[in-house]
């Protein structure tokens, strides 16, 4: 399996970041942040960490999670260029940020339900699934709810 980094990312890095989600725009298992506007948004909030993720100092995806008001976590997203997929780069990314969340009590986060890759990394960290939410993103498709409770 390739190491892979991850840096917190900056304003600065808001080319990157669009880099990465506009290759995965279209998909219907998945629903990018694709204006400038979207991530200078994330990135001034207080409660939203965002990592870009290097694989040999190459920005190869993005990932990122909310503090929730209730002190809960929701992992807002995880996504990894289509030419770099299927290395293990996305589990790995998700190990790195369950890691810093260790001491959380509940982790949530969405995933389209024909998204057969991402469903089997969740499931694997101890993840359930809890419901099925029609028209999620308002993008007509919808997302399955996955929890982690940690004790």
């Given at each position: 399996?390739?190491?892979?980094?991850?840096?917190?990312?900056?304003?600065?890095?808001?080319?990157?970041?669009?880099?990465?989600?506009?290759?995965?725009?279209?998909l219907?298992?998945?629903?990018?942040?694709?204006?400038?506007?979207?991530?200078?948004?994330?990135?001034?909030?207080?409660?939203?960490?965002?990592?870009l993720?290097?694989?040999?100092?190459?920005?190869?995806?993005?990932?990122?999670y909310?503090?929730?008001?209730?002190?809960?976590?929701?992992?807002?997203?995880?996504?990894?260029?289509?030419?770099?997929?299927?290395?293990?780069?996305?589990?790995?990314?998700m190990?790195?940020?369950?890691?810093?969340?260790?001491?959380?009590?509940?982790?949530e986060?969405?995933?389209?339900?024909?998204?057969?890759p991402?469903?089997?990394?969740?499931?694997?960290?101890?993840?359930?699934?809890?419901?099925?939410i029609?028209?999620?993103?308002g993008?007509g498709?919808?997302?399955?709810?996955?929890?982690?409770?940690?004790?």
């Open positions: 399996m390739t190491d892979i980094i991850i840096k917190k990312a900056e304003i600065k890095d808001i080319p990157a970041l669009l880099a990465i989600e506009n290759k995965s725009t279209g219907k298992t998945f629903s990018a942040m694709t204006t400038e506007k979207e991530w200078l948004s994330e990135l001034s909030n207080e409660n939203v960490t965002i990592y993720i290097l694989k040999d100092n190459a920005v190869v995806g993005d990932t990122s909310e503090k929730m008001p209730d002190g809960s976590f929701h992992v807002t997203g995880l996504v990894i260029e289509p030419q770099y997929q299927k290395q293990g780069i996305g589990r790995q990314a190990k790195m940020i369950l890691d810093e969340l260790k001491d959380a009590k509940r982790i986060l969405v995933t389209h339900p024909e998204n057969a991402a469903i089997k990394i969740y499931t694997s960290f101890g993840f359930k699934i809890k419901e099925r029609e028209n999620y993103f993008d498709e919808p997302r399955i709810r996955l929890v982690k409770e940690n004790n």
